[in-house]
């Protein structure tokens, strides 16, 4: 069997067979299949797509490539949710040790940010000694004793994914739906779990832009599930404007503790609850999502999510001292930039891309894999999408390290605040649930 033989068939449309598609992941794992052979063959995946069974054997193969933990007895209970990735998308800090608290076993396996988005690994690593480097093993003892874990994905999990991630982001084939179903499925389905909910995020600021895409790849990741055992449940949800109080590393874990000491967004809270009411009633612990939704708002209201967050943080390497004093340990920027409103009305927008390209830019993200963030730049939203304001009201704080900001900079960031003279209406985050 020859690669470029492999790479004709797709490129002429044609369904590549179990054994075409066994012989490039092998090839891509042992390095056998030359850089611009896999680049030729993903663009030829990108331009004719694949059919559903060949998405589900190579989701399979890619899977199979590295470490699958099983669970054997506690196989019912392992669940787990993945975002399409948005503007302080932060749900997964809580929602872990919340569904925990619930009986549920999260062995998440997240990622980093990249261009505009923020990932969930940047974030914890803000936190002084949490580790998200892991193997099964660290899995295993971490879910033995906080019943949740986040680490980012290891050479043991889905080698495959990342050796291909890794091309696809340099070769301009990262939108493939059939690439990204079986990119992220493979690892959810290394985890071992039973249940998966999807956030894919439709607008502005996400990656899907719009509707049709987002039904798409959610009807394409649910179908691939199903081939591999896992049942699949997306909600597809608005990102036109930032979620919740804080944007940025450390500034999204400091809204996070608020959230699990029982205040915080009512935005990232409906959201965190609405995931989690999914995965409960999918996994059989309650009859309904309302019920679901409940059970979880009581695990923030009575402290025992928190009991979870700091066991998590405790088995990935946090010491007590920083786990019972964490906020004193966060750093934030010493310098900030305010924006306020310029008439009395409404907060009509937040321009949620816009905002997150200054903050990456200053420092916040990172344009390419590796490099390095600065967890301390972020934001804070002192006036959200609906809120009444007067004239001179702090609407957005901007928190960096730069001596001053460039004139650009503040120019674009005073872009990204509309108010309106009339009330604004603000639309539910939820578009709709497919199954």
């Known amino acids: 069997m020859l690669m470029p033989d492999i790479i004709a068939n797709k490129r002429d449309g044609k369904e590549l067979s179990e054994d075409e598609l066994a012989f490039v992941v092998d090839g891509v794992c042992d390095g056998s299949i030359r850089a611009e052979q896999l680049g030729a063959w993903l663009m030829a995946v990108y331009n004719n797509s694949m059919s559903m069974e060949e998405r589900i054997i190579l989701t399979k193969l890619m899977r199979d490539s590295g470490e699958v933990i099983d669970w054997q007895g506690l196989s019912p209970l392992i669940v787990d949710k993945h975002s399409t990735g948005g503007v302080g998308d932060k749900m997964s800090l809580v929602l872990a040790p919340a569904l925990a608290a619930c009986g549920l076993k999260v062995p ?24 998200t480097s892991g193997n099964e093993r660290d899995i295993r003892r971490s879910i033995g004793f906080a019943g949740c874990c986040i680490y980012s994905q290891s050479t043991n999990i889905a080698p495959a994914d990342s050796i291909l991630y890794a091309i696809r982001d340099v070769t301009a084939t990262v939108p493939s739906i059939p690439l990204i179903t079986a990119s992220i499925i493979s690892k959810k389905s290394a985890e071992g779990l039973s249940c998966l909910v999807l956030d894919i995020k439709v607008g502005s600021a996400a990656f899907m832009k719009n509707l049709e895409e987002a039904r798409t790849l959610a009807k394409s990741m649910i179908e691939v599930g199903v081939g591999v055992g896992i049942e699949v ?41 609405m995931q989690g009411g999914h995965l409960l009633q999918m996994a059989g612990l309650v009859d309904t999502v309302e019920a679901g939704q409940i059970k979880i708002l009581s695990t923030l209201s009575d402290g025992s999510a928190k009991h979870h967050w700091d066991l998590m943080c405790e088995t990935h390497g946090v010491t007590i001292d920083v786990i019972n004093q964490m906020r004193d340990y966060l750093e934030t920027g010493a ?26 830019e200053l420092g916040a993200g990172r344009s390419e894999i590796g ?22 009201d702090l609407v957005l704080a901007v928190e960096h390290q730069n001596d001053e900001l460039s004139e650009e ?21 939820l578009i709709e649930v497919i199954e």
């Not at 900079?409 to 985050?429: G, H, N």
């Open 108 to 131: 998440m396996i997240a990622g980093r940010g990249l261009a505009h988005t923020g990932g969930t690994i940047d974030k914890l690593e803000s936190i002084p000694g949490y580790t």
């Open 371 to 392: 490099q390095e963030i600065d967890h301390s730049v972020g934001a804070i939203i002192h006036a959200v999408v609906g809120t009444q304001v007067s004239e001179g």
């Open 335 to 360: 310098n900030e930039f305010s924006l306020r409103s310029n008439i009395d009305g409404w907060v009509e927008d937040i321009d949620a891309m816009e905002l997150a390209k200054v903050l990456s």
């Open 233 to 273: 449940r997306a909600l597809l949800t608005r990102m036109e404007k930032p979620i919740g109080s804080h944007i940025g590393n450390a500034h999204e874990v400091l809204e996070i503790l608020d959230i699990l000491e029982g205040s915080g967004s009512w935005d990232t809270i409906s959201l965190i609850a």
């Open 409 to 429: 900079i503040m120019t674009r960031l005073e872009s990204c605040i509309m108010v309106s003279s009339s009330p604004v209406s603000v639309p539910d985050r």
